[in-house]
C-alpha cells in the first residue's frame, strides 16, 4: 500500500498538486499497518491517520473512526497511538462515525477531558445533542463542560476575527468571469478532485491572465508569483461568477486563494473575492464557502497590485487603499457575512448558532447575544405577492403573510434535485455535513448531463451515487431516464418551495431558488435553505386571443406557460370569445 501510494504522491506531485485523500481500502491497510509497522514508516503512518482520511461520513473516515474508538477504549493496543491520542484524533473529524465514541468516553477517566475538549468544538452532533444533555443532568463533569461550552459559542470565540485592516496580492481578471471560466464544463469529470479541478481554472485565453498550457492547463505559475509576495490572493474582477450555479467553480478559486481546513484533506476555506458585480449565486456559495465576497468598484485594481482591505465591523464600511490612496468604497451586503467567515461559512455559522440555541435552552439560559443578526426590512404595509407568500408558508408564518424582499429567512425545502455532474460534488458535501439521512421531504439525483455520452468516470458515478442517494432515503433516476427540470416538475406540489442543482432549476408550479452543490446538500440534510428573499416581479397578459393567435400563441400555450392553480386562485384569468 505505501509503495503504491508514493508513486501516487509522486504522479500528483509532476501535476503540482496534492494526493488524493486516502480510500476505504486504503484506509483499512493503514489500521494494520499502524498495529504492526514497518521499520522507519512510523510517523509516516501516523501522519497519513491524521491528516489524509477524508472527514464526515465517507466510507475512509468510518475505518478511522472505529479504528480510534478501539484503541481509545483500550479494545485495542497500538504502540504508535495512544489511547489520549486517539481520542485527540476524533476530536478533528468534524462530525459523524467519531461523535458516538467520543460521548461515550466522556466518563472515561484518563480519555474524558479529552473528549470533551473535541466535543465543545464538533457542531455535526445532530441527535446526539441529547445524549450530551443526558449525561450532564446525570450529573458528568465533561458533558456539562460540553453542554456549557457549547451554550457560550466556544466554538465560534475559539476562531479568529475578520481583521479590521489585511494586505492582499489582486489577482485581476478583467472583463465577465463566468463560473465556466473557472469550472470548465469539458473538465465536469474532475469536479469533485478539487486540486486537479483548479488547474482547469482560466484555462482558455484571455487578456492579462498568462495560462500555463493554454487549453489545458490555467495560469498557475501567475498564480504562485503572486502568492510569492506574501499576502493572501484576492480574486478581483469586473464582473464576477455569471453562468450556472458550479460550487466547483468556488472551489477553484479557493484552492489558490484561501487557507488549508485542519485535517481535511483537498479542502479550502475562506479567502477574499471583490467585484464590481458578483452575480447573486456565486456570492452565496462563496459565503457558504467561508470566503469574503464584497461588492466593491475594482477598477483602479490591477493584476499584481498590493491593496489594504479595510472592514469595519460596526458600520461594514468597506475601504480599499493602494500607496496609501483610497480607491474604492463600499458596503458590506450584511455584517452578519463577517460572522459567516469567522466560523468557517455560512453553513457551519448557521449549524453552529442552532447548536448554541439548544443548549441555552436546555441550561434554562436566555438567547445568547454573541451572533450578529440579519437587519429585516421594514414594513411597508402594501400587501404580499403570491411568491412572498409562499416563502412565508415554507417559514411558518400566518397564512396570507409573507416574507418581504431583502429579508433573511430559511424557508422548508420540500423538493431538492441533484443533477450529476455536480452530484459527486453534493455527495462529498453531504459527507461533510455527516448526512446519514435527508429530511428534505424529497431528494432527487438526475443523471440528465451524461448519459448520453459517458466517460469512464462518469458509468463508475453511475454505478455508486444512486445507492448512496438512496440508502439516505433519495431518489435516484437511471441514466436516460430524462432531465433534473422536467422530473422535478413532474414531482412538485403547487405551494412548496424547493431547490436544484442547476441555475435555470425553476418550477411551473411552486417556487424554486437554485444553488450550488454545497446549498443543495444543506437543504437535502436539513430540510431548510437560507435564503435572501429577492424580489417579486408581476408580469401581466394584455390583449385579446385573437391578437395571440395571430402571433401563434395558443390558449394552450398560455395555460401551459401559467401554473393551473394561478388560474384557481383568481390571481389572473384568462378569456377565449368572451368566456372566462
Known amino acids: 500500500m505505501l509503495e503504491a501510494y508514493r508513486q501516487h504522491v509522486a504522479e500528483r506531485a509532476a501535476l503540482g498538486i496534492p494526493p488524493l485523500p486516502l480510500s476505504k481500502q486504503q484506509t483499512q491497510a493503514l489500521v494494520e499497518l499502524l498495529q504492526n509497522p514497518p521499520a522507519g514508516e512510523e510517523a509516516f503512518l501516523v501522519e497519513l491517520l491524521t491528516y489524509r482520511v477524508p472527514a464526515g461520513v465517507d466510507d475512509a473516515a ?27 484524533l476524533l476530536g478533528t473529524m468534524l462530525g459523524g462515525y467519531n461523535v458516538k465514541p467520543m460521548i461515550d468516553l466522556l466518563g472515561d477517566a484518563e480519555c474524558g477531558a479529552t473528549a470533551a475538549e473535541g466535543l465543545k468544538k464538533t457542531l455535526l452532533v445532530f441527535d446526539y445533542f441529547h445524549d450530551v444533555a443526558e449525561l450532564a443532568k446525570a450529573g458528568n463533569a465533561n458533558a456539562k ?23 492582499l496580492t489582486v489577482f485581476k481578471v478583467t472583463g465577465e468571469t463566468n463560473t465556466d471560466d473557472l469550472s470548465p464544463a469539458p473538465d465536469a469529470w474532475s469536479r469533485p478532485d478539487i486540486p486537479l479541478h483548479a488547474l482547469a481554472m482560466l484555462k482558455n485565453p484571455r487578456p492579462g491572465i498568462e495560462a500555463d498550457e493554454p487549453g489545458s492547463r490555467g495560469p498557475i505559475k501567475q498564480l504562485e508569483a503572486l502568492a ?24 477553484s478559486v479557493l484552492w489558490f486563494t484561501g487557507e488549508d481546513i485542519p485535517f481535511v484533506p483537498n479542502k479550502r476555506f475562506g479567502g477574499v473575492c471583490l467585484g464590481s458585480k458578483i452575480a447573486p449565486i456565486f456570492f452565496n456559495t462563496m459565503e457558504d464557502a467561508g470566503a469574503l465576497p464584497i461588492e466593491i468598484d475594482a477598477g483602479q485594481m490591477d493584476m499584481g497590485d498590493e491593496i489594504e482591505l479595510k472592514v469595519d465591523g460596526t458600520t461594514g464600511k468597506v475601504t480599499a487603499t493602494k500607496n496609501g490612496a483610497t480607491i474604492a468604497e463600499s458596503q458590506l451586503k450584511t455584517l452578519v457575512i463577517l460572522d459567516e467567515v469567522r ?18 435552552e436546555a441550561l434554562g439560559l436566555p438567547p445568547s447575544t454573541l451572533f450578529r443578526l440579519p437587519q429585516n426590512p421594514a414594513d411597508n404595509g402594501k400587501g404580499f405577492s403570491l411568491a412572498q407568500k409562499m416563502v412565508g408558508r ?50 432527487m439525483q438526475s443523471f440528465c448531463h451524461t448519459a448520453a455520452y459517458p466517460k469512464l468516470v462518469d458509468v463508475r458515478m453511475h454505478r455508486e451515487l444512486p445507492s448512496f442517494i438512496s440508502t439516505r432515503g433519495g431518489v435516484s433516476l437511471r441514466p ?61 397578459f394584455k390583449g385579446t386571443m385573437a391578437d395571440a393567435t395571430a402571433r401563434g400563441i395558443t390558449l394552450r400555450d398560455l395555460v401551459n406557460a401559467i401554473p393551473l392553480y394561478a388560474i384557481k386562485a383568481g390571481l389572473l384569468t384568462v378569456e377565449k370569445k368572451g368566456k372566462k
Open 343 to 360: 466560523a468557517g461559512g455560512r453553513i457551519p455559522l448557521i449549524i453552529g448558532r442552532g447548536l448554541t440555541t439548544k443548549a441555552r
Open 145 to 167: 463542560g460540553v453542554m456549557q461550552s457549547w451554550a457560550d459559542g466556544e466554538w465560534f470565540t475559539s476562531r479568529p476575527e475578520v481583521p479590521a485592516s489585511q494586505k
Open 228 to 251: 510569492a509576495k506574501g499576502n493572501l490572493i484576492a480574486y478581483v474582477g469586473d464582473v464576477v461568477g455569471t453562468g450556472s450555479s458550479r460550487k466547483s467553480a468556488t472551489n
Open 480 to 540: 436516460g431516464d430524462g432531465v433534473i427540470h422536467s422530473w422535478l416538475n413532474r414531482l412538485l406540489l403547487p405551494d412548496t418551495v424547493g431547490t436544484g442543482g442547476d441555475s435555470h432549476t425553476r418550477f411551473p408550479i411552486g417556487i424554486s431558488f437554485p444553488a450550488g452543490s454545497g446549498l443543495v446538500a444543506f437543504a437535502a440534510a436539513t430540510g431548510v435553505m437560507p435564503l435572501d428573499m429577492p424580489e417579486s416581479v408581476l408580469v401581466r
Open 394 to 443: 415554507a417559514c411558518g408564518l400566518p397564512e396570507g403573510q409573507g416574507v418581504r424582499p431583502g429579508t433573511y429567512c430559511e424557508p422548508k425545502m420540500t423538493t431538492v434535485g441533484s443533477q450529476d455532474t455536480t452530484g459527486p460534488m453534493t455527495r462529498d458535501e453531504l459527507k461533510d455535513l455527516a448526512c446519514l439521512g435527508f429530511s428534505a421531504d424529497l431528494v
Open 62 to 88: 468510518k475505518v478511522k473512526a472505529e479504528f480510534l474508538a478501539k484503541v481509545a477504549k483500550g479494545e485495542l493496543a497500538c504502540g504508535l497511538v495512544s489511547k489520549v491520542k486517539a481520542t485527540e
